[in-house]
Every structure is written in structure tokens, then in C-alpha cells.
């Protein structure tokens, strides 16, 4: 399932679409599809893009809500959001619609602190996080139980990438 977000750069947005299979990831924008592999290289912001016959180093910094991205010798700063279908925003916001947990950043897991079937109250630590040597803990943003956790201790992850999904119970 691709999954779309709005990223803004210099003022002007665009929808991208993104699935991940595996290593790689397929990314589409512009009617146009590209499959890449971001390898880590150094800890959890510095990465070799393979696109292609192309290998370029990039490094990827979260700084507040932006993303700062280096490739090779270009410099971007990434505004990005999560698009969700307008149907869907409905939905859940109402009781039982089950809720993504989402990575907020690209990072390294270091802990999974909840496992399937968990009866979970806001604010309890779900995952733990690791982004430029700083840990964050990710909480459940509502109660309900854990009904999926998608990751483990040791995995790296993209921003966006459904960490946990809750089914809300009030």
C-alpha cells in the first residue's frame, strides 16, 4: 500500500507516494515511479542512495517538524506531512476506528515497550526511538489496545513508517 504525504519544498508541494518493499522503496511522484534502496551507512542520518545506476551519500536531519536532506552536494529543507484520504479522517476520529502510530522521524528502534493485545492508556510508552543520538519515546496517543506492533528491537525506519496500531476504546 503506498502511502502519500505532502512535502513541501521552497514554497512550492507536491504529493508523493511511497511503499516500502523489503530494502527498497518505491516512491512515486509526478505520475513518474522510482524504486530506491536508502541503505544506513552511519548511525540513523546518513545513508547511500541507490536509484538506478546512481549511488549518491545522503544525510537526512529532523529539525523540529522540517527534515533537513543532503544529497551529494544539494541541500534541501523538507516540510513533510502525512496525507490521509478525507473519508479516513472521519473515521478516525471516531471510537473503535483503529489509529496508526507513526515513526515522526527516520530513526533506529531501540525498544518496543507494548506487544499485541496490550490494554494501553494515553501517554504510555509504545516504542523508543533513536534519531541523532538522541532517544524518544513514542506514546499511545489513546486508550485502547494494541492490536499490531509493526517493528522491532534494532530495525531501522522512515519517517511515517506504522510503528503500532491501536484500536481506540474511548
Same mark, same amino acid.
Given at each position: 500500500?503506498?502511502?502519500?504525504?505532502?512535502?513541501?519544498?521552497? @514554497?512550492?508541494?507536491?504529493?508523493?507516494?511511497?511503499?516500502?518493499?523489503?530494502?527498497?522503496?518505491?516512491?512515486?511522484?509526478?505520475?513518474?515511479?522510482?524504486?530506491?534502496?536508502?541503505?544506513?551507512?552511519? @548511525?540513523?542520518?546518513?545513508?547511500?542512495?541507490?536509484?538506478?545506476?546512481?549511488?549518491?551519500?545522503?544525510?537526512?536531519?529532523?529539525?523540529?517538524?522540517?527534515?533537513?536532506?543532503?544529497?551529494?552536494? +544539494?541541500?534541501?529543507?523538507?516540510?513533510? +506531512?502525512? #496525507?490521509?484520504?478525507?473519508?479516513?479522517?472521519?473515521?478516525?476520529?471516531?471510537?473503535?476506528?483503529?489509529? +496508526?502510530?507513526?515513526?515522526?522521524?527516520?530513526?533506529?528502534?531501540? !525498544?518496543?515497550?507494548? !506487544?499485541?493485545?496490550?490494554?494501553?492508556?494515553?501517554?504510555?510508552?509504545?516504542?523508543?526511538?533513536?534519531?541523532?543520538?538522541?532517544?524518544?519515546?513514542?506514546?499511545?496517543?489513546?486508550? @485502547?489496545?494494541?492490536?499490531?506492533? #509493526?517493528?522491532?528491537?534494532?530495525? +531501522?525506519?522512515? @519517517?511515517?513508517?506504522?510503528?503500532?496500531?491501536?484500536?481506540?476504546?474511548?
Amino acid at each position: 500500500m503506498m502511502i502519500e504525504y505532502l512535502v513541501t519544498v521552497s @514554497g512550492s508541494s507536491r504529493v508523493v507516494a511511497v511503499r516500502q518493499d523489503g530494502d527498497r522503496l518505491h516512491v512515486a511522484m509526478g505520475g513518474v515511479e522510482y524504486s530506491v534502496l536508502l541503505e544506513p551507512r552511519l @548511525g540513523s542520518t546518513h545513508f547511500t542512495l541507490r536509484l538506478g545506476h546512481h549511488v549518491m551519500p545522503v544525510v537526512i536531519r529532523a529539525v523540529g517538524d522540517e527534515r533537513l536532506v543532503g544529497i551529494g552536494a +544539494e541541500q534541501y529543507r523538507l516540510h513533510v +506531512e502525512r #496525507r490521509l484520504p478525507i473519508a479516513r479522517r472521519d473515521v478516525a476520529a471516531g471510537v473503535g476506528a483503529p489509529r +496508526e502510530v507513526l515513526a515522526p522521524m527516520p530513526g533506529l528502534v531501540v !525498544a518496543v515497550e507494548a !506487544a499485541g493485545g496490550d490494554v494501553v492508556e494515553p501517554g504510555r510508552v509504545l516504542v523508543i526511538l533513536e534519531a541523532m543520538k538522541m532517544q524518544s519515546e513514542i506514546r499511545a496517543p489513546c486508550p @485502547g489496545r494494541i492490536t499490531a506492533v #509493526r517493528v522491532r528491537a534494532g530495525q +531501522e525506519v522512515m @519517517g511515517g513508517a506504522v510503528l503500532a496500531v491501536i484500536e481506540p476504546t474511548g
